[in-house]
């Protein structure tokens, strides 16, 4: 019966060795199927551990010649072993990933999932990276200024207005459990780049860090999946002191869904700052509301986004609303529309439309 056992054993190594190879050829054209650069690098990134943790272990030490002849002759009176097709058969199916199976967006961003875990550190995107080359409004506001300007100095309805945005993950299974805790940052700026005489000056900077705690859902209801919840809290400000000041604080729940190519975040927010005292912006909520919803769109390359934001009591809110489209590599031509309160703290109860052109690098 050893001589026997040995026979099935080796059976069962030159079975299961084509099926793994095929496993990972699988994996190979998974990632390279994949359209955005750091989910391919996350995807080969995993690959690449599963075959060295595979490498490492112990091979099987290949029978001897005389040996193999040994078995074949003391094997060939005893009763017949089951066929390796069988061998294989009976042992655990493992489910392989077919290569056009899409892979979720959001789990990307937010690595839900084991295939697309990076570590603790790697960058991410937070909000849309773009630069507005031309960014024209109806009507800039000025009034805030009065005391610091000359007299007669109007803004220029035209700017140069960009966003920087990232986050990185800081803690990985906090306490033994799914919930990851990221940081992240944004800022953004308003440029009067065109207003030389007036040495261009910067009308407006808002800056934004914050700190959240993600735990993975991934649970389908219908044709949707719900992929995160999280917590966070968040301070925005505008780096300015007297009149000029603006800024608060804000606890948030946030929920994240997609369903296939659509995703949409819905978040509700709780001001933190509410005191009237030493507050330049205590009506904030009133014009910037108590929560948002963002919803992207993408199709062969093309990325369309809206952000929605209103305060059903006053009736005041915000939309925007942006297109963007493949260039080279991750950079896209962008168009961004604003319309309502608060395109920046400065302006957070003042109205006005605009519509900007430049670039958004996606990555």
Known sequence: MKFEHSVIVAAMLLAIAPAQ???????????????DSSARLGCFDALSKQVEKASTAKPATPAAPAESAAIATIAAPAAPAAPAEAVVAAAPEKKV?????????????????????????????LLDNYLLVANQSNATNDRPFRTFLPEGYKSKHVELTYQLSFKAKLIESIADTP??????????SFWQAYARRESSPFRETNYQPEVMAVMPINKNIGNASVRFASVGFVHQSNGQSSSLSRSWNRFYAQLGMESGDLGVTARVWKRLDNAKSNNDNADITDFMGHGDVRITYRDKGYEYSAMLRRNFDTRHGAVQASVAFPLVVNLKGYVQVFTGY?????????????????????F
């Open 179 to 188: 919930i990851d805790i990221w940081a992240g940052y944004t800022q953004k």
């Open 21 to 35: 190879a095929a496993e990972t050829e699988q994996h190979l054209l998974r990632c390279a199927v994949l359209g």
């Open 342 to 362: 608060g395109q920046s703290l400065i302006d957070y109860n003042y109205a006005q439309k605009s519509i900007g052109v430049g670039v958004l690098m996606d």
């Open 97 to 125: 990933m077919k290569p056009d199976t899409p892979i979720s967006r959001m789990s990307q961003e937010w690595e839900l999932n084991t295939a697309a875990k990076r570590g603790r550190y790697a960058v991410h995107q």
